[in-house]
């Protein structure tokens, strides 16, 4: 079989190293790929946004199926171009890609089905806006409604910081046309869970749960960043949390979006946050999360190709999904400087016997060598017995792989940790 993956981060490459376990594909596109992906798969040399040339290639390369796995090309509708040719994809349309693509209306979606989230105001006047915060409870949490490189949302500490980053979505329009409309959320406290999920709009099957670790800094300190590291399972996720969420959101969600002739095909990524009145929705994604596929696939004992046909096909409620009872951890391994400005082009140094537990987001081919091309450089994972034993041997393989200006963060998974004892 010849597949097609679209995108080119660490999570395309945890993708493919798990597609290619099965032995019934003989060969793995990525569109564009990058550097360390080319290792595992032929790299083309076509953007991930560029739906036209996607299908046309496609159609070309007599691919038998497609994943698209990046937000955006989901959003503007791959799924649709590349099932109109007959191409079987993994992925949700446009019109159930809204659920990540429109922040005002997966709340409005919330709201109408009682799907548990924070209280909201949804405003496209920016002299409403600010006037409503004259009053807002503070802290208070301010997002604009389309996608904008998962910087979108500001959590405002002051009135002032507030009435900032609204002027800045609607007035300097920081995110363009994404900012058009925004919405002001209540901001909640407790931890936060990822829960990606297989859905065939029929049935809804949880991946095991991750905690991502945004901002640059150790403790939680500096700048919010696409993911500084995961580990899974989230200690935080217990068995009567689960079954809360699957009853209040899980579920809710796909009916809502099913009543809605929205359909959602794919992964649906869920981020939660428990609160002291329960698990209530953050935001949802489209797709599968980076870097939390980065732990969560390495842990997946089922064929990842079979679960996705059984998703396509609407047959998931047939198809077994096993998990491993191990923990795994990924630590992101950045390019100093990363969010802000960082310098490219350093060699990268990955020994071979950690090929194959290092997924590289940010690299490029250059006179045959792997060189730093991204702010975030690549995931180190690995699998243990207890979490502990993952978090240190995820270290420990850290040590061995080098550029120059790495950064990477000391305490992933510490917090989970000292949870798991408490
Ligand atoms: P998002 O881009 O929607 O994932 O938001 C980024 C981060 O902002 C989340 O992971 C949360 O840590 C935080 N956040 C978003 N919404 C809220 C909220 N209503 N209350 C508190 N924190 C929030
Ligand atoms: N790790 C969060 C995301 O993929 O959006």
């Known amino acids: 079989m010849k597949i097609m993956v679209v995108g080119g981060g660490g999570r395309e490459h945890a993708i493919i190293k798990k597609l290619k376990e099965n032995k019934n594909i003989s060969e793995i596109f990525a569109l564009p790929g990058n550097g360390g992906i080319a290792r595992d798969a032929v790299c083309i040399n076509i953007s991930a946004t560029d739906i036209k040339k996607i299908a046309e290639f496609a159609v070309q390369n007599k691919i038998d199926y497609a994943v698209v796995a990046p937000d955006d090309p989901l959003v503007l509708g791959a799924v649709d171009a590349l099932e109109e040719k007959g191409i079987p994809c993994f992925g949700p349309k446009a019109n159930a890609a809204i659920i990540e693509g429109s922040k005002v209306f997966s709340k409005d979606l919330m709201k109408k089905y009682g799907i548990p989230t924070a209280g909201y105001e949804v405003f496209n006047d920016m002299e409403k806006a600010l006037s409503y915060l004259e009053t807002a409870p503070i802290p208070t949490v301010i997002k604009a409604d389309g996608l904008a490189l998962g910087k979108g949302v500001i959590i405002a500490q002051t009135r002032e910081e507030a009435k900032a980053a609204v002027k800045s979505m609607m007035e300097d329009k920081v ?248």
């Open 175 to 422: 995110f363009g046309k994404s900012g058009d409309n925004i919405v002001i959320e209540e901001f909640l406290t407790g931890p936060e869970v990822s829960v990606l999920s297989f859905t065939d709009g029929k049935t809804v099957v949880p991946m095991i749960s991750s905690m991502d670790h945004k901002r640059a800094g150790d403790n939680d300190t500096g700048l919010n960043t696409g993911g500084m590291g995961t580990i899974a399972p989230n200690p935080y996720y217990t068995e009567a949390v689960a079954k809360e969420c699957m009853e209040k959101i899980f579920l809710p969600t796909i009916n809502a979006m099913n009543s809605e002739g929205r359909t959602f095909k794919g992964c649906l990524y869920f981020g939660l946050m428990l609160t002291e009145k329960g698990p209530k929705v953050i935001e949802y994604n489209c797709r599968f999360g980076d870097p939390e596929t980065q732990v969560v696939l390495p842990l997946l004992e089922s064929d990842l190709l079979t679960v996705m046909q059984a998703v396509t096909n609407g047959t998931l409620a047939e198809t077994e999904v096993k998990f491993s009872k191990k923990n795994a951890a990924c630590v992101i391994m950045a390019s100093q400087g990363y969010p802000k400005s960082y310098e490219k082009g350093f060699e990268i140094n990955i020994p071979d016997e950690l090929l194959s537990t290092t997924y590289v987001a940010g690299a490029a081919l250059k006179d045959g060598k792997t060189v730093t091309n991204g702010g975030r450089v690549l995931g180190v994972t690995a699998v243990g017995d207890s979490l502990k034993q993952a978090i240190d041997k995820a270290y420990g393989n850290v040590e061995k792989i080098s550029f120059k200006n790495a950064y990477y963060r000391r305490d992933i998974g510490a917090k989970a940790l000292k949870a798991g004892k408490e």
